[in-house]
């Protein structure tokens, strides 16, 4: 079973526009939740991450967004562009072991 | 180049076949860890070694499947008597006891079962 909910599936956002995928989670035990962006033919890479400890963490164009009681976290790309054109994928483990459960991932398309 | 290395990076083989996958970590890494990804999916957790024990072994890991950090270095991943359920993506991640939590992946090495 999926320990992580990731939505939506696709999404396809205009050069500039903002793209918006959301994760939710179960095991209250979980303290780091990273996103992995992933182009075809490659391996998953670390795009950003957050520890429940702040609400919101921003690195560039990328922000994630963490709400601990409802077990929620987003992630915003804003001023999107062709090059971020990539599935992502949350993501979340305990501390420690760093053994990710990864939500099923968002293709997102950045239209020129 | 000092990434995660994967070979090999595509494997076709016939049902009931043996096939053994390799990973080369970053070299000062202490921490591996294998994951399974299929098509549409997330990839999913299947072992992680730090060093050369192997700590934690996935449910999805069957007894067709074997997997070995000799030395502490590289890693093979054997499957057994592949069935087609097996074809996936298999990555390999690399990190170090303590850091950031930031797992380094290979490429990965694609698996068709006929």
């Known amino acids: 079973q999926q320990q992580v909910k990731q939505s939506p599936q696709s999404l396809i956002v205009q050069k500039g526009g903002i793209s918006i995928i959301n994760c939710a989670y179960e095991?209250?035990?979980?303290?780091?939740f990273p996103w992995y962006q992933q182009f075809p033919g490659k391996g998953p890479a670390l795009l950003i991450a957050?520890?429940?400890?702040?609400s919101e963490k921003k690195e560039g164009r990328f922000t994630i967004s963490f709400n601990k009681s409802a077990k929620q976290f987003s992630l915003h790309i804003m001023d999107s562009q062709p090059g971020d054109s990539a599935t992502y994928f949350c993501?979340?483990?305990?501390?420690?072991?760093?053994?990710?459960?990864f939500g099923a991932g968002t293709t997102v398309t950045v239209r020129a | 180049d000092t990434g995660v290395s994967q070979n090999p990076r595509h494997k076709i083989t016939k049902r009931g076949q043996n096939v053994t996958f390799r990973c080369d970590p970053i070299?000062?890494?202490?921490?591996l860890y294998w994951y399974r990804q299929t098509l549409g999916q997330g990839p999913e957790f299947l072992t992680y070694f730090q060093n050369e024990a192997q700590l934690e072994k996935s449910r999805l890991l069957s007894d067709r499947f074997s997997a070995e950090r000799p030395k502490g270095s590289f890693s093979t991943l054997e499957i057994q008597r592949t069935e087609q359920g097996d074809s996936a993506m298999y990555l390999c991640?690399?990190?170090?006891?303590?850091?950031?939590?930031?797992?380094?992946f290979g490429e990965g090495s694609r698996l068709t079962v006929l």
């Open positions: 957050i520890r429940p400890d702040v």
């Open positions: 095991n209250t035990a979980f303290d780091y």
């Open positions: 993501a979340a483990s305990i501390r420690g072991d760093y053994k990710l459960s």
């Open positions: 991640a690399s990190s170090l006891q303590v850091n950031t939590g930031e797992l380094f």
């Open positions: 070299s000062e890494h202490n921490r």
